[in-house]
Nanobody, 132 residues
């Protein structure tokens, strides 16, 4: 059974840090592009970051310089290190994977309500709340 399971969400004060993990089972991540998307209340799902199978990384402008994506193929896991968190970062964060890198890169770089989000696999999400 194919699964992506996120963990590491929680509540943090502005300026704080969290690290999200995404563990895959049922398939091997190393040949996939893996990304993080987020959805805030009453907003659409938007791309945050992705990492390709050859370790190229991409970030949305809103998180560039604050978030870092990485992967550990031996653990079949992708991480999202989030620093200097802001109120606007509060959302449910979803891990996703696709065999075609451009399908994830485009919506990470270009936020458009018409972006297709029909990727191969999605996780169930991890909630991140930034609150004072």
């Amino acid at each position: 059974q194919v699964q992506l399971v996120e963990s590491g969400g929680g509540t943090v004060q502005p300026g704080g840090s969290l690290r999200l993990s995404c563990v895959a089972s049922g398939f091997t991540m190393d040949s996939y592009t893996v990304g993080w998307f987020r959805q805030a209340p009453e907003k659409g799902r938007e791309g945050v970051s992705c990492i390709t199978s050859d370790d190229r990384t991409y970030y949305a402008d809103s998180v560039k310089g604050r978030f870092t994506i990485s992967r550990d193929n031996a653990k079949n896991t992708v991480y999202l290190e989030m620093n200097s968190l802001k109120f606007d970062d509060s959302a449910v964060y979803y891990c996703t994977a696709d065999r075609l890198d451009y399908r994830l890169i485009h919506p990470v770089l270009i936020h458009n309500d018409k972006n297709s989000l029909d990727f191969d696999y999605w996780g169930q999400g991890a909630r991140v709340t930034v609150s004072s």
